[in-house]
């Protein structure tokens, strides 16, 4: 069974610029978060979704947005990024909603 | 709020020796999920345990779930370096949320 991926492993952008990553469930999991670990640090809540719908968000601003798709793979969009946004960003999937949450790699970004 | 305190936040031993990582909060949880990660990669999820009291063992590793089931330990016995990592709890409240402690970044000296 293939893990959750996420693409691409390192982004670098500058200030001001948009992002896009990407992150893929394990097969049969319909729920998906996203999470945003500062170097060194615990994990932040950003998003969930679950059968296409964003069930809860973190304390983030609205330029933190995404979305899941019809395959339950999801987009997390950052606009106006800013040097703070740098950090890993970590995509996990659960096959329900009170399952454990299995974890891919994460996408490191970089603001310059 | 709910909150999920980790103690130490950071904690250095030599290896042979045992440590205990704790996870304290005053709320109750329906369950608690104990992570490792190491740098570069995602958490990976050691244990959940459910029921009050509750007591888990993985090889070196004893999980215990507070009877209140508001607080949890992780014992490591006779730590070795490939135990060294960020290890994180994570409490699942009322509404399904998982609540994340900070972690406890452990490192095991040869």
């Known amino acids: 069974e293939a893990g959750v991926t996420q693409s691409p492993t390192h982004l670098i952008k500058t200030r001001g610029q948009q992002a896009t990553l990407r992150c893929s469930p394990i097969s049969g999991h319909t729920s998906v978060y996203w999470y945003q670990q500062a170097l060194g640090l615990g994990l932040q809540f950003l998003l969930w979704?679950?059968?296409?719908?964003?069930?809860n968000r973190g304390n983030f601003p609205p330029r933190f947005s995404g979305r899941q798709f019809p395959n339950y793979s999801s987009e997390l969009n950052v606009n106006a990024l800013e040097l703070e946004d740098s950090a890993l960003y970590l995509c996990a999937s659960s096959r329900q909603l009170n399952q454990p949450q299995h974890f891919g790699d994460g996408t490191r970004l970089s603001i310059l | 709020t709910q909150l999920l305190e980790q103690s130490p936040q950071f904690l250095s031993i030599q290896e042979g020796e045992n440590l205990t990582v704790y996870c304290n909060s005053s709320?109750?949880?329906?369950?608690l999920q104990w992570y490792r990660q190491e740098p570069g990669e995602g958490p990976v999820l050691l244990v959940t345990v459910v029921t009050g009291g509750e007591v888990k063992k993985l090889k070196r590793l004893t999980f215990q779930f507070g009877d209140a089931r508001k607080d949890s330990s992780l014992h490591i016995t006779a730590a070795q370096p490939g135990d060294t990592g960020l290890y994180l709890c994570a409490g699942t409240d009322s509404n399904y949320q998982l609540i994340w402690g900070a972690g406890t970044k452990l490192i095991i000296k040869p």
């Open positions: 709320s109750v949880f329906s369950s």
């Open positions: 979704y679950d059968e296409g719908e964003e069930r």
